[in-house]
């Protein structure tokens, strides 16, 4: 994880040799153990790098990196795969040699098609005054852009600035290829083009021209009218990572398909039974596999301290977690925790994120079962989850934190409980990170505001601050001797965004299917993933790292997805089963594979509902919204806050 900026300026008046204070202070914040400038500039423009490195592979490498021909690399991103990496290797600099050897913008788009793992970057050719800059497909990296003075100077940032009178102007970068600019060009003209180089659908070619061009309208909606978009004229692409999903539709009435498993009870049994299907228990076997490897390569490419003996007991033993999980109990997060069990060194602890924001309601069992009744879904729910939410909550109830007995929390102890079962051997550290309305609006305004825009709904803002809050790990450790307050420093947080797009997980995915059938849930997932990297991960990617912290994103891992793309949606998903055993089918199977039980037939919750963040402040709101809690502060007041803050 990096901070990585450059600004771009095209007249003398507006050069600088600092970037502004509250940019520089948002940067050095993702990347606390390097930081370093580098200045460019003759007598046509000037190109301010900045880069600020979070250290999680090989030797340390301070950026921006430059090469003896004056180009200079800025790289926040991972290679997981595709580009060989040697574990004592750093990625960035094994991407600026691969750069620094092409000979030809093919040769560029070429090594970008090959990386595997979440990327933005910016790449200067000094030769050509080109300025390469870009996201990966999904978007899993924040990348900013920012043009003002009417031509005469813009910026490319991982996160922006509060500032009053730009901050409508700062936009996410979309992730529909690699953009280039001719700097040289741009300083004679005034004018800024942008020649997009897109990812290419594996597809037929009147298919691949209406992705062009439907890309170039939809970005040059939103840019100021002396910024234009075009396609390169070499008609250049790069190669999408992931193959196409897989739209076919069964020969039969879907409604016959279902009809002998439909009625099944919402029960284990009935995951059971399809894993009694042999092509079924491949597919899922398959899916485990593929998931496995994902997680593995995000839970062991990280520096861990080698040298430390285990003791007999590993419980003893004084190891800090190096990896967490954004932890509800939930089935993604569930099945995440399993497979980092796996792969981490049975030693070392793994810390268990589990946000709650104060409820005003003090008894939690009772709104939890009027729930229950007025949604007959719920009844999945079996009996062995049912007894222990209701006695966790009931413990809640009467305890200090009663407070914080959100439904997240109930179902997390629970899942914490299965985890301990499943391997007792293993330090779990549930980490229980409480946070009142007032600590809420307080840090929203010095440090969370900024880091969602520039989306502004409710919705943004209530997932926004809920995994700030989540993946800062400020919480505390509650076990059957003690209550103490725990800090996770963990540089490594996982997440299962992602599971609920491919899967049909959203209730809006049971509606989908109920008017359209499967023909309409396939365009709704298709939609999903096309969507995602403007919708979260930019926002998500912008808000862990402000703690120096990395979101690694395993459901988005390329062969992931692929291997669910290549499946029809009926081994996926079965929306005539009710809500805790329909959507995410596979996923659950997984579970049971896996050994996990009663949290394999948990319903999706939303996290802005699980936490109780939803509704805290206002009741009348809708999630699509635009948040007024997000629109701008004055200068003076957040400087005066964040002193108070620091």
Not at 286 to 299: E, G, H, P, T, W
Not at 313 to 329: E, H, M, P
């Amino acid at each position: 994880m990096c901070g990585i900026c450059c600004s771009v300026s095209f007249s003398i008046e507006h050069f600088s040799k600092d970037l502004k204070e509250d940019l520089l202070y948002n940067l050095k914040r993702r990347g606390p153990h390097s930081s370093k400038q580098l200045l460019r500039a003759n007598e046509d423009y000037q190109c301010l790098f900045s880069g600020h490195v979070l250290h999680l592979r090989g030797v340390l490498t301070a950026q921006p990196l430059e090469d003896k021909r004056g180009n200079v690399f800025l790289w926040n991103g991972e290679v997981f795969s595709g580009i060989k990496v040697e574990a004592e290797e750093n990625d960035t600099q094994i991407m600026f040699n691969y750069l620094s050897s092409c000979q030809n913008d093919s040769d560029i788009l070429s090594l970008f098609s090959e990386v595997q793992g979440p990327w933005s970057f910016i790449y200067y050719q000094a030769s050509n005054h080109h300025l390469w800059f870009g996201r990966d497909f999904f978007g899993r990296r924040s990348l900013l852009w920012h043009f003002s003075n009417l031509g005469k100077s813009f910026c490319l940032s991982s996160v922006g600035a509060q500032m009053s009178e730009v901050a409508d102007q700062w936009q996410e970068v979309p992730a529909s290829g690699i953009f280039k600019i001719d700097l040289k060009s741009t300083s004679i003209s005034k004018s800024v083009v942008l020649k997009l180089y897109p990812w290419k659908r594996i597809s037929k070619e009147n298919v691949i021209k209406e992705c062009v061009n439907n890309s170039l309208t939809q970005i040059s909606a939103n840019l100021p009218t002396f910024v234009s978009v075009v396609a390169n004229e070499a008609k250049l692409y790069l190669k999408e990572p992931v193959v196409p999903l897989n739209m076919m539709l069964p020969q039969v009435s879907f409604a016959t398909h279902c009809s002998n498993i439909s009625s099944m009870p919402p029960t284990r049994q009935t995951l059971q039974g399809f894993l009694a299907d042999g092509n079924m228990k491949e597919r899922v076997r398959q899916f485990i596999d593929v998931l496995s490897i994902a997680v593995k390569r995000r839970v062991l490419c990280l520096p861990r301290d080698e040298n430390l003996t285990p003791s007999e007991d590993v419980k003893t033993c004084d190891r800090k977690a190096n990896v967490a999980i954004l932890f509800s109990g939930g089935i993604d997060s569930m099945v995440i925790a399993t497979l980092a069990d796996h792969h981490i060194p049975l030693d070392e602890p793994i810390d268990l994120l589990n946000v709650a924001f104060m409820t005003k309601e003090k008894t939690i069992p009772a709104s939890f079962n009027k729930k229950r009744r007025k949604q007959k879904t719920c009844e999945i729910l079996v009996d062995s989850l049912e007894e222990s939410s209701k006695n966790a909550a009931a413990a809640a109830a009467d305890g200090p934190d009663k407070q914080f007995s959100v439904p997240d929390r109930i179902t997390g102890r629970a899942g914490l409980k299965e985890l301990q079962a499943a391997n007792p051997f293993r330090i779990w550290n549930f980490v229980e990170i409480n946070v009142s309305l007032e600590e809420l609006q307080k840090l929203r305004r010095t440090q969370i505001c900024h880091l969602v825009q520039p989306l502004e709904t409710v919705l943004d803002d209530s997932i926004g601050c809920a995994v700030w809050f989540a993946s800062r790990g400020n919480g505390q450790l509650v076990t059957q001797d003690e209550v103490k307050s725990y800090q996770s420093n963990a540089k490594v947080v996982l997440t299962g965004i992602g599971a609920d797009e491919q899967l049909a997980g959203y209730s809006r995915h049971r509606v989908c299917f109920q008017t359209h059938g499967l023909e309409g849930l396939n365009k709704e997932i298709e939609m999903e993933l096309g969507r995602i990297s403007s919708r979260n991960l930019g926002r998500d990617d912008r808000v862990v790292g402000d703690h120096g912290k990395e979101a690694r994103f395993p459901f988005l891992d390329e062969n992931v997805v692929s291997f669910l793309n290549s499946l029809p949606i009926w081994e996926k998903a079965n929306l005539t089963l009710p809500r805790g055993i329909g959507e995410k089918l596979i996923l659950r199977l997984a579970a049971m594979e896996l050994g996990l039980t009663t949290s394999a037939l948990l319903p999706k919750r939303a996290m802005q509902f699980g936490s109780r963040i939803a509704k805290m402040e206002k009741n009348n709101e809708k999630a699509s919204d635009k948040c007024e809690r997000l629109q701008v502060i004055s200068l003076e007041n957040l400087s005066v806050e964040k002193e108070i803050t620091m």
